[in-house]
T-cell receptor, first 110, second 111 residues
Framework: DGGITQSPKYLFRKEGQNVTLSCEQNLNHDAMYWYRQDPGQGLRLIYYSQIVNDFQKGDIAEGYSVSREKKESFPLTVTSAQKNPTAFYLC?????????FGPGTRLTVL | QQQVKQSPQSLIVQKGGIPIINCAYENTAFDYFPWYQQFPGKGPALLIAIRPDVSEKKEGRFTISFNKSAKQFSLHIMDSQPGDSATYFCAASTNAGKSTFGDGTTLTVKP
């Protein structure tokens, strides 16, 4: 089945720790995105990549980092510099206009 | 500067009612206007989309109305059902692919 997978579904982190969220797609899409969603709020763009080995900051990139070494993979690292990391994180990929979303990772900082 | 404004923030209707969610955009370069549906704890999924060369698109019980001159578009859900209770996001994008999302509307359909 084609689609986007995110792991883990739930993630707990202690303050001061870095954590990496996985995103993999087998849709052969060039573009991939990371969004943050807080309760009752919309989708805020963290980073996006339109081609392998290239990525751009979105609206809220501070405290996050990404890499795009393979077309299929776009991992997101939440660093200790992110002051309020507890949120629902969504990965997406797209070809032309339509975006396909993964099931999300809920990160909780303890 | 928010480029896509969505309203209302929340909406409650009775089963069989016709909820309407509105969005307005500013950037005239946008040429693709999708609506996404998101259930709690899940990722959004594409529901229906329209391009600015048509004024209306219907898929099942879901209809998009598009007004290019007013830079507005809306989602209508006919004969709404409790299973339609979800958060709905409008979005706008160009061929570059990066989308701008509205803030979402939480719809509750009461039985």
């Amino acid at each position: 089945d084609g689609g986007i997978t995110q792991s883990p579904k739930y993630l707990f982190r202690k303050e001061g720790q870095n954590v990496t969220l996985s995103c993999e797609q087998n849709l052969n899409h060039d573009a991939m995105y990371w969004y943050r969603q807080d309760p009752g709020q919309g989708l805020r763009l963290i980073y996006y990549s339109q081609i392998v080995n290239d990525f751009q900051k979105g609206d809220i990139a501070e405290g996050y980092s990404v890499s795009r070494e393979k077309k299929e993979s776009f991992p997101l690292t939440v660093t200790s510099a992110q002051k309020n990391p507890t949120a629902f994180y969504l990965c997406a990929s797209s070809t032309y206009n339509e975006q396909f979303f993964g099931p999300g990772t809920r990160l909780t900082v303890l | 500067q928010q480029q896509v404004k969505q309203s209302p923030q929340s909406l409650i209707v009775q089963k069989g009612g016709i909820p309407i969610i509105n969005c307005a955009y500013e950037n005239t370069a946008f040429d693709y206007f999708p609506w996404y549906q998101q259930f709690p704890g899940k990722g959004p999924a594409l529901l229906i989309a329209i391009r600015p060369d048509v004024s209306e698109k219907k898929e099942g019980r879901f209809t998009i109305s598009f007004n290019k001159s007013a830079k507005q578009f809306s989602l209508h859900i006919m004969d709404s059902q409790p299973g339609d209770s979800a958060t709905y996001f409008c979005a706008a994008s160009t061929n570059a692919g990066k989308s701008t999302f509205g803030d979402g509307t939480t719809l509750t359909v009461k039985p």
